[in-house]
């Protein structure tokens, strides 16, 4: 059962009772995820099972894509339809205002994360202090907005108008204080009211699967479930490719480097290697024009002679 499968998370449970859902239906220990969703928010969230587990790096700066509901107005606690609501001052703000606003977030931003989150400050969550009443100082992180677009506007509340708007951003970035901060922008107030991921990196809502389904292939057995599996370097096309004889694989597999006149890879970066069959067989890495092994994803073969 090695393979990324693509979850499309519902609002409720955490990333963590899905990566444990999943462990359940597959029958393995093996399963990560790349890139927690809060509990409230839904959408793509993929997940990494088996040998797939040790690619999970190469995803962590996959940029996200999201569809957030931002509800002026009023501010929260945490930032979201969850914490405490604070009605605003003031007059709300029209589209025009709000959209005048988003254009000033495009671009590198400084943004200071919401004290309800899992950032640690003395090895402590930063949640667990504020919930305990602590005065919470987070440090301001380096984040990239390439695109916010207003996709709706409603204002049946004319107090408390609500903008959905698409967002495509780095890494690291807090949908809850880009909705608090665009409040602000508008001299008002705001806070996330739903969120939904629309894009992980390469993965998409068109790829996602229901987790309903995903307990139905499973009920169907093994074969059904590892059906819903893309391979375990599944978006990773921009990594270069080579391909390696059996001599070079049986090498790389035994943690050997290897030198060859076929490596005309270059640069630092990781390269995934295949075998002749076109199997992923390692990540590895160029060094002093030899071919290194960073990840090796088969198992070794025995060596000549040896008996099973």
């Not at 499309?8 to 990560?32: C, E, F, Q, W």
């Not at 943004?111 to 987070?138: C, F, H, N, W």
């Not at 270059?266 to 960073?294: F, N």
Request: proline fraction near 7%; hydrophobic fraction near 40%; charged fraction near 25%.
């Amino acid at each position: 059962m090695d393979g990324i499968l693509v979850a499309r998370k519902p609002a409720g449970p955490t990333s963590h009772d899905i990566v444990g859902l999943v462990r359940r239906l597959a029958a393995t220990k093996r399963v990560g995820h790349g890139g927690t969703l809060d509990p409230f928010a839904s959408g793509v969230l993929p997940l990494f099972l088996g040998r797939a587990t040790r690619l999970v790096e190469y995803h962590l700066g996959d940029r996200k894509g999201y569809r957030a509901t931002v509800c002026f107005g009023a501010s929260s606690t945490t930032d979201d339809l969850e914490g405490e609501l604070t009605p605003a001052e003031g007059p709300p703000p029209n589209r025009d205002a709000v959209e005048t606003a988003l254009a000033t977030f495009i671009g590198p931003i400084s943004q200071r994360p919401p004290a309800y989150s899992a950032i640690k400050v003395a090895g402590r969550r930063a949640y667990a202090m504020a919930r305990a009443g602590e005065t919470v100082d987070l440090a301001p992180r380096n984040v990239t907005i390439d695109r916010l677009e207003i996709v709706d506007w409603e204002e049946r509340d004319p107090a408390r108008p609500v903008a959905v708007v698409d967002v495509t951003c780095s890494a690291g970035t807090y949908i809850r204080a880009l909705a608090r901060d665009l409040g602000e922008a508008v001299r008002g107030a705001a806070y996330l009211g739903a969120l939904s991921r629309t894009a992980s990196g390469p993965f998409g809502l068109d790829q996602a699967v229901a987790i309903d389904d995903v307990r139905a292939a499973a009920a169907e057995g093994p074969d059904r479930l590892a059906a819903l599996l893309l391979p375990i370097d599944a978006g990773l096309d921009a990594l270069p490719e080579l391909r390696a004889t059996d001599a070079q694989v049986e090498a790389l597999t035994r943690g050997q480097f290897v030198r060859s006149s076929s490596v005309d890879v270059t640069g630092d970066g990781p390269i995934r290697v295949r075998d002749e069959s076109g199997r992923l067989v390692a990540i590895a890495t160029l060094r002093d024009g030899r071919l290194a092994p960073d990840k090796v994803l088969v198992d070794a073969s025995p060596p000549a002679g040896a008996r099973g």
